[in-house]
């Protein structure tokens, strides 16, 4: 088996506890289920494209990628804990090279990005399944946001993890930041219709395109906009990825 | 032949030169003990020699691979216990071995069986359910050293792999390792702990300031720097007045805990002590109580790091 194949066992093995599942799954599905609905009687419909969206339907395809952007957050924890507990230094004192613990952590989110994102997807499915338009770029769109979405937001968290090295530091980071992503974003609600500051501000967070990629894939709606979107999201996926690899590689044992 | 062969080897952090010049040749089968006082030089050494950092200058060969041009080929074939704990602390103990295996390429059955032998072998059968978060220091220890043994290699660094064990763990591991070189497996070993070394290490070196001051066997070591020898003498009673019977005679201590002990240190220890019985006799003193203590590594080791500490001063 090749070396990054086992590393990426290894990943899966420690991530995937009870505490992350439900992480994963039951915190998007209160969002759903519950801010969904109850935000109804505040938001009843969202114009979104030529099409009027239920208020549970816009928040369960913001979800997905939220979601993507929460299984990110793996790729900051399994080397931060990595650090922290000797892992790291074991690891590389064993039959691997950083690029082999690099590429692992990419795969692990790349495939913790894409079950999540099909989580989702299904538990959602029942509140937006009235305005979905399946065409041929619906599932290429899905699977591009949840692989260049995990990369992205991964890298996010794997800088985090590499420049700060009290736990309380890496807590405090990384949820406001994520925080700010997860927020200031049109995971939630559309931007059209905020005040100018804040729906800008929408547009400085790679949350808001990786959601607007996700709906277009759902909705059918994919133009001009969205493939600008897309090549944002892979130009600061690369960017980040870049950093991320740079400050791993120079890590210090 | 050579399992470790270094020349020249040398590390620097800016001025600081952790590791000096050092020489080292490590036959097959032995475990070879590496000592030295704390910022010694040891875990730079074996950080250098486990590829997991350059070095600054030197070579080195690790099982006659070229270790600072192939360091994976080098990694795939030696097991490292590091100083600082390493554990999931997710994974249950059996859980950690079997991934461990997994993550050596162990095929799958012999992985299993491994996991067994070692439970028992370091005493984790009962706690092969627990999480390692939920372990104490030196039962972690133990999972992190039996872990290392789930994959084959043929040279094994261990570096202080006993910090935190209590003495019954310690002398099982020990035993467990001499076990292993006697089937062949090199070991490098260091601690803190000379009883220790004295008790599993064919050969020493003995490292300070980055730079290696003695190399032998623990016997040879002895027969070279450890000439001078401790008897003990206790009298019943107190004699106050001894240190002027004494008078002229070197190389020995006087103190009134529980009686009189004279505590002759000498490389003529005999000698001295021969005089001390010819007053003692002469003055019908009565002897209690004559020991000869042995000489240890440990003593050895602090007059070899003291006369090292002194010369480069």
């Known amino acids: 088996m090749h070396p990054v194949i086992r590393l990426v066992n290894r990943n899966l093995t420690i991530s995937l506890n009870k505490g992350f599942m439900i992480w994963q799954v039951i915190f998007p599905l209160i969002y759903i289920f519950v801010g969904g609905f109850a935000y109804t009687a505040l938001i009843d419909s969202v114009s979104y494209g030529n099409k009027t969206l239920g208020y549970p339907a816009y928040i369960a395809s913001g979800m997905i990628g939220f979601n993507i952007m929460n299984s990110a957050l793996v790729s900051g924890i399994i080397i931060w804990n990595d650090r922290r507990h000797g892992m790291f230094e074991q690891i590389l004192v064993g039959p691997f090279t950083r690029t082999h613990y690099i590429l692992s952590n990419v795969y692990t989110i790349g495939i913790i990005g894409l079950i999540s994102a099909t989580l989702i997807t299904a538990v959602g499915y029942p509140l937006f399944f009235e305005s979905v338009e399946f065409n041929f770029l619906t599932m290429p769109l899905l699977v591009f946001a949840s692989v260049v979405g995990s990369i992205l937001f991964g890298s996010i968290a794997s800088i985090i993890s590499t420049r700060l090295k009290s736990s309380e530091g890496f807590n405090v980071v990384i949820n406001t930041v994520f925080l700010f992503f997860a927020f200031v974003s049109t995971a939630f609600y559309p931007a059209e219709g905020s005040p100018v500051p804040l729906s800008i501000a929408f547009y400085f967070n790679p949350l808001t395109y990786l959601v607007d990629v996700v709906r277009a894939g759902i909705f059918g709606n994919f133009d001009t906009f969205v493939a600008i979107e897309m090549l944002v999201l892979v130009t600061l996926t690369l960017t980040l990825f870049s950093i991320a690899t740079k400050l791993l590689a120079k890590l210090e044992l | ?313």
């Open chain 2, 1 to 313: 032949m050579s399992c470790i062969e270094t020349k020249s080897l040398s590390k620097s952090y800016g001025v600081i030169n952790a590791v000096d010049d050092i020489d080292l040749s490590v036959n097959n089968g032995k475990i070879f003990g590496f000592l030295g006082p704390n910022g010694a030089g040891k875990t730079t050494t074996i950080k250098l020699l486990t590829t997991l950092i350059p070095p600054t200058a030197g070579t080195m060969k690790i099982l006659g691979i070229d270790a600072i041009r192939s360091p994976l080929e080098v990694r795939k074939k030696i097991g490292v216990v590091l100083q600082q704990p390493s554990y999931e602390p997710t994974l249950s103990v059996e859980k950690s071995l079997e991934k461990y295996g997994m993550m050596w390429n162990v095929e799958r059955k012999l992985r299993q069986d491994r996991v067994e032998e070692l439970l028992l072998s370091f005493d984790l059968a009962e706690l092969r359910n627990i999480k390692n978060d939920e372990l104490s220091i030196g039962q972690r220890r133990r999972v992190q050293v039996a872990r290392e043994f789930m994959h084959d290699m043929n040279l094994l660094f261990l570096d202080e792999p006993t910090v935190g064990l209590d003495p019954s763990a310690r002398r099982g591991l020990l035993d467990f390792i001499k076990d292993k070189a006697k089937d062949g497996l090199t070991v490098f070993f260091t601690t803190h702990l000379l009883n220790e070394a004295e008790y599993i290490c064919n050969e020493v070196a003995i490292i300070n300031k980055g730079k290696i001051i003695a190399v032998d066997s623990p016997e040879e070591l002895k027969n070279k720097f450890g000439r001078e020898k401790t008897i003990k003498i206790h009298l019943d009673t107190i004699r106050k007045d001894l240190s002027d019977l004494l008078i002229g005679i070197k190389d020995y201590e006087l103190d009134f805990n529980s009686g009189t002990n004279i505590t002759i240190r000498s490389n003529d220890s005999e000698e001295v002590l021969l005089k001390i019985l010819q007053i003692l006799t002469a003055n019908n003193i009565v002897i209690e109580d004559l020991s000869a203590i042995p000489t240890s590594l440990e003593e050895i080791f602090l007059s070899v790091v003291n006369k090292s500490n002194a010369s480069s001063n």
